[in-house]
């Protein structure tokens, strides 16, 4: 390479990486939509961590923020429900024939749950406020029953991981609530 390419290649490439790396690591500011919910630093480190808040830009609209927001609820509930079907089935504790039964019916509250916030975010596209709210309600619902028939069985529990997971995945969904009324 002659000289002058030299000089003009090194800035350049740098000017590139500068760029992309600014690409790669652009995130919408969520610290603002956080602040307005009842669990902040869980809004935040769940966006962050998930791969679909990852990459959203920084000028996104407030109502893909909410859908993505949705999604990682989603993608939470889904993770809760495998973990309490692995428990269930492949558990190395046997379970008594009634805490197999509150396991299932809380997988079943989890599995209803994300229906209704797929239906939320559907809800929120159309501009629905009506469905937005009664879908929003109804998950929530599922939620506390799923987190009431675990609460029944708490001491048999053979891990209470799946506990703290419910703990959290309602504490999640109180945000998506707080995030579809600010948007809705």
Request: hydrophobic share 40%.
């Amino acid at each position: 390479m002659n000289p002058i390419m030299n000089n003009v290649a090194l800035p350049l490439s740098f000017f590139i990486c500068l760029s992309f790396f600014s690409l790669l690591n652009a995130a919408p500011d969520i610290t603002k939509i956080c602040e307005k919910v009842r669990h902040k630093d869980l809004c935040i480190s769940s966006f962050k961590e998930s791969y679909l808040g990852r990459y959203v830009l920084d000028n996104a609209e407030p109502e893909l923020l909410a859908s993505v927001i949705i999604k990682i609820t989603v993608n939470n509930a889904s993770d809760v429900s495998r973990n309490l079907k692995t428990t269930v089935l492949e558990g190395p504790v046997p379970l008594t024939p009634e805490v197999r039964a509150k396991y299932g019916i809380c997988d079943q509250e989890v599995v209803s749950a994300m229906k209704e916030l797929d239906k939320v975010r559907t809800a929120m596209e159309s501009r629905n406020q009506k469905k937005e709210d009664l879908n929003m309600k109804a998950a929530v619902t599922n939620i506390e029953n799923c987190e009431q028939e675990l609460k029944q069985v708490e001491g048999q529990l053979p891990d209470k991981k799946q506990f703290e997971e419910v703990i959290v995945l309602k504490e999640l969904l109180g945000n998506v609530e707080d995030i579809v009324k600010m948007f809705g």
